[in-house]
């Protein structure tokens, strides 16, 4: 590799192109097979994207611009949310096949299994989620309050996807046009369920536990009581 780039963004895809033909050669060093990549469409090129919606998703972006961003992620047929909902309940459904009670004592693929359908459960109650959250959005205020505010909330976006690295190119905007039923679709998500508690005024950052967020969920999707999870010491990162 060079030992000077002219720009960081050159800097971090030598780097990475560099950790791949390591990792390409220690595990397969005899192999001919050249070294394939697989390069995302930029933000640009792709607004309807995750990555464009992310990069169209600005501080400055309207109400309605986010509320729609909401939908287009949250769309009962092409949104991203659904189809990764979809893509863990095959996960867990190709494990269910594989399930086998004969050890009473030791079954790893069925706590495999209960774990991708609590992910599952959790992945709708997001959906659900989003769906008010839409709503709230639409109704917050076009301009920014006071900076003073903000500090008592915390800041939820890690921002390491590659578009923070290399720069994110503009992304074009999108069509402002709404659907005939999306108003009357967002009018009746609006109405909260009988007996639902009115949020507090003030909003407190809590830290959840994720084993207790687990637990519950799998005994919503479990025909079978879980054990807790057994800690293991990390073998690789994600």
Request: aromatic residues 4%; glycine residues 4%; proline residues 10%.
């Amino acid at each position: 590799m060079p030992e000077y780039y002219s720009s960081i963004g050159e800097a971090v895809g030598a780097a990475m192109q560099h950790n791949i033909r390591l990792a390409h050669r220690n595990v397969a060093p005899s192999s001919d097979t050249p070294l394939q990549v697989r390069h995302l469409p930029s933000a640009s090129a792709d607004p309807y994207s995750v990555r464009g919606m992310i990069a169209r998703l600005t501080e400055d972006a309207t109400p309605d611009e986010v509320a729609g961003i909401l939908e287009e992620v949250n769309g009962a047929l092409v949104g991203a949310l659904p189809q990764l909902t979809e893509l863990v309940a095959a996960a867990a459904d190709w494990t269910r096949v594989r399930l086998s009670f004969e050890d009473p004592h030791r079954n790893p693929t069925f706590e495999t299994w209960t774990r991708l359908a609590a992910a599952y459960g959790m992945l709708q109650d997001v959906r659900e989620q989003l769906e008010v959250a839409e709503d709230g959005v639409a109704a917050c205020p076009a301009e920014r309050t006071d900076p003073r505010y903000h500090e008592r909330v915390n800041v939820l976006r890690a921002r390491g996807l590659l578009d923070d690295v290399f720069g994110a190119s503009p992304v074009a905007a999108a069509p402002s046009a709404q659907d005939p039923d999306t108003d009357r679709q967002r009018a009746a998500r609006a109405s909260p369920p009988p007996g639902t508690a009115e949020a507090p005024a003030s909003l407190v950052v809590h830290s959840v536990d994720s084993e207790a967020r687990w637990q519950a969920a799998a005994r919503q999707v479990s025909p079978v009581a879980p054990a807790p999870p057994v800690a293991r010491p990390a073998t690789h990162q994600r």
